[in-house]
């Protein structure tokens, strides 16, 4: 499990070995190395869309406020924890 905290400088990317499926409008995901279901809300499903090649967490909050009305602090904000576990889970690598 790893216990670090992402920062704006960190390049990320999503892991190539997790299996993905649609379901109304969500994202489910599988990880078979450690037999857990996940589900991503639309605005995670679209965070899971831009991290399929390696991106700036900082360039990833820009791409989101440009696509959704959202102010600068909430989305780093929200989009921070939201990455912070996805890389605890392991569903996503730093590059």
């Given at each position: ?5 992402l920062v704006?400088?960190?390049t990320i990317?999503?892991?190539?070995d997790?299996s993905?499926?649609i ?8 990880s078979e ?6 589900t ?7 965070v ?5 090649k ?12 440009k696509e959704?009305e959202?102010d ?6 929200d989009?921070?924890?939201?990455l ?8 996503i690598?730093?590059?």
């Amino acid at each position: 499990m790893i216990n670090k905290k992402l920062v704006l400088e960190d390049t990320i990317v999503r892991r190539e070995d997790i299996s993905t499926t649609i379901i109304d409008g969500e994202l489910g995901m599988m990880s078979e190395e450690k037999g857990k279901y996940y589900t991503l809300d639309f605005i995670g499903t679209r965070v899971w869309e831009l991290i399929e090649k390696p991106i700036k967490v900082d360039d990833l909050i820009i791409a989101l406020m440009k696509e959704y009305e959202v102010d600068r602090a909430t989305c780093e904000v929200d989009l921070l924890e939201l990455l912070d576990k996805l890389l605890k889970e392991e569903l996503i690598k730093l590059v």
